[in-house]
């Protein structure tokens, strides 16, 4: 997940990351907190289903796929075939603030 952080940093053309190892008992809160988020109705992805998803290690032999498709580029060659645009920043910069702008006029 660090490498996948810096990548994307680095092709936002944000400084350098700062990396916050936190213990799993706290994530694990913290994730629960997303699963509260989720059933009152915000969608978000730091839910504890994607803890259990990043436990498991699935690792594949991607030949098959490659013939099928043709070249497969690999992460960082993926992000340098396409410069982050102004919405790519704003929407990085923005989006823990999101939940704090929806206003709920129901």
């Known amino acids: 997940m660090r490498d996948i952080l810096i990548a994307y940093r680095h092709w936002l053309g944000f400084g ?3 990396v916050v190892a936190l213990p799993l008992p ?3 809160l913290l994730l629960r907190l997303g699963d509260v988020a989720g059933y009152i109705g915000y969608v978000t992805s730091a839910r504890s289903t994607s803890l259990e998803q990043l436990r498991y290690d699935t690792v594949v032999d991607g030949t098959e796929f490659a013939a099928a498709c043709g070249r497969v580029k690999g992460f960082k060659e993926t992000l340098s075939t396409w410069p982050a645009t102004l919405q790519d920043r704003i929407h990085a910069r923005s989006f823990f603030a999101v939940p704090l ?3 709920n006029t129901a």
Do not use: F, P, S
Request: aromatic share 0%.
């Open 16 to 18: 350098r990351a700062r």
């Open 26 to 28: 706290l994530l694990r």
């Open 101 to 103: 702008l929806q206003v």
